[in-house]
Each structure stands twice: as C-alpha cells, then as structure tokens.
C-alpha cells in the first residue's frame, strides 16, 4: 500500500498563476479530504468527497479555489488566480467511508505564493 | 460544524517529564480521534475514542474520554525526544467531516 500520493511536494508559485495540487488516494477508500494548515489558522477542511462526489464544500475560502474528483483514483484542487495568502501546506486524505474511520494523509504540498 | 477547544497551545518538557494535552467540546461528542505531527510531517492517526469512560493505553500514552463525551485528555508519561510534535484530537461532524482541533506543539528538551 503506497499511502495516499500527493504531488508536487513543494510548489512556488508568483501572485496570479494558477496552481493546480493533484492527489491519489488509497486504492479503495471511498472518502476523499483536501485540508489546508498554516499557523494562524491550524488545520482547516476545505472539501469532503465521498464517491467521488463533493458533499461538503464549505471550507473553500471562495471562488478562486476549485476541487473535482473525476474518479475513484485521482483528485486535483485549484487555485485561479493564486495570492501570497493562499501560501499554506496543503493536505489530502482519505478512508474507507465507513463510519467514523481514520483519516490517512499524504505528505502533502507546500504552496508558497510571491 | 463540530467544534473542540484544545490546550495548551504549547508545552516544553524535560526529557522524562510527564506530558497532558485536552479537548474540550461545548457539545456531546460520538467520538474523538487523536492524531500526531512530527515537523515537517503529516498527521498520523493514533486512537479513536468511543464510550463514555474510556481510557486506551498505548505504551507510555494513555487516552481518556469524558464520562459526559464532552472531553477528552491525551497523557504521555515519562517524554522522550521521539514524542517530539504536535498533537491533535478530531471530532466528527453531521457529515462524518472530521473537525481538528488546535493542537498541542510538544517540545521534549534532552
């Protein structure tokens, strides 16, 4: 078992590029999460899939960032345009789906916006 | 969402000294996860908590839940520089969306 894959590890980027993370999670596992950290504001949940189909898209801070899950194996988040604020480690994670399971994480991508 | 209050923010200990970190919740909880953070790592699952009561033991960590399921403590005895990190409990919301809490950066001096 790989674990989940993210990529890239670190990303840096200038103020209005897009940003695109992509993230593979466990083969099997039906629910898939996109969190993001930083220090002021910790660990915070951006959008929640389960089947591939976004349930809980509240955490996304507004229009600027997307996410889609066109299948079982693969999702990607986007940010258009970047700014130096969206600079953050973002996580991906995911679980089987079934109750309450624990959250696997990947290794994550560090965005750093000039 | 769910939402869970967690102290102290930060805890500096001499190597052999014992460690606590605790959430709270204004609200019954179903059930708590507890996750580690080494730097420059990913949170990594340790326990999930269910009834009111519990106490798990894992090694030196022992968890706790709340006989009321509005809190629960994460307790490392004697520290070693490998419990270095940052530790965070989790709670489910209505959507099985998992809420962390702010975390406990733990640093153990030699």
């Known amino acids: 078992d790989a674990g989940v894959i993210q990529s890239p590890r670190h990303e840096v980027t200038e103020m209005g590029q897009e940003v695109t993370l992509r993230c593979k999670p466990i083969?099997?596992?039906?629910?898939l999460f996109w969190y993001r950290q930083t220090m002021m504001r910790g660990l915070e949940l951006l959008i929640y899939f389960n089947n591939n189909v976004p349930i809980d898209d509240s955490g996304m801070p507004e229009d600027r960032f997307s996410a889609k899950m066109p299948n079982a194996s693969f999702s990607t988040l986007k940010i258009q345009p970047s700014e130096p604020r969206d600079s953050a480690v973002y996580f991906c994670?995911?679980?089987?789906?079934?109750?309450?399971?624990?959250?696997?994480f990947g290794n994550g991508t560090r965005l750093t916006v000039t | 969402g769910q939402q869970v209050m967690q102290i102290p923010q930060y805890q500096h200990v001499q190597e052999g000294e014992d460690f606590t970190t605790y959430c709270n919740s204004s609200?019954?909880?179903?059930?708590i996860q507890w996750y580690k953070q080494r730097p420059g790592g990913h949170p990594v699952f340790l326990i999930q908590?269910?009834?009111?009561?519990e106490v798990k033991k894992q090694k030196r960590l022992t968890f706790q839940f709340g006989e009321a399921k509005k809190n629960s403590s994460l307790h490392i005895t004697a520290t070693q520089t490998t419990d270095v990190g940052t530790y965070f409990c989790?709670?489910?919301?209505?959507?099985?969306?998992?809420?962390f809490g702010s975390g406990t950066q733990l640093t153990v001096l030699p």
């Open positions: 989790a709670v489910s919301g209505s959507a099985r969306q998992l809420t």
């Open positions: 083969s099997g596992h039906n629910s």
């Open positions: 609200t019954t909880l179903s059930n």
């Open positions: 908590l269910v009834k009111s009561g």
């Open positions: 994670a995911s679980n089987p789906g079934q109750g309450n399971s624990p959250l696997h």
